[in-house]
Nanobody, 121 residues
Framework: QVQLVESGGGLVQPGGSLRLSCAAS????????MGWYRQAPGKQRELVAK???????NYADTVKGRFTISRDNAAKTAYLQMNSLKPEDTAVYYC???????????????WGQGTQVTVSS
């Protein structure tokens, strides 16, 4: 069983910063990608940032230049440094990892429980 534990959310003023962490534990065969998604009220869940095992990253256009994703492979932990936060960044942020359950098996997605980020003055 795989567990993802997120931390670091909270209330911050516009222009402020937050750092989210996601620690994975349990029976993980291999992590191919770690990422952060977010869902605002009334909206669909969207990709914020993703980092692959080789270090390649993807970012949503709305966060490029403000957010940075990183990972510690040995600790099975992903981080999301969020700077210059805006009110429109307010959402529940979910950690995601993707990887196979064994050799030759297709990848599966694992999700964290979500952490609230609120940007407001």
């Amino acid at each position: 069983q795989v567990q993802l534990v997120e931390s670091g959310g909270g209330l911050v003023q516009p222009g402020g910063s937050l750092r989210l962490s996601c620690a994975a534990s349990g029976s993980i065969f291999r992590i191919d990608a770690m990422g952060w998604y977010r869902q605002a009220p009334g909206k669909q869940r969207e990709l914020v940032a993703k980092i692959f095992s080789g270090g390649r990253t993807n970012y949503a256009d709305t966060v490029k230049g403000r957010f940075t994703i990183s990972r510690d492979n040995a600790a099975k932990t992903a981080y999301l440094q969020m700077n210059s936060l805006k009110p429109e960044d307010t959402a529940v942020y979910y950690c995601n990892i993707k990887g196979p359950t064994g050799w030759g098996r297709p990848p599966v997605d694992y999700w964290g429980q979500g952490t609230q980020v609120t940007v407001s003055s």
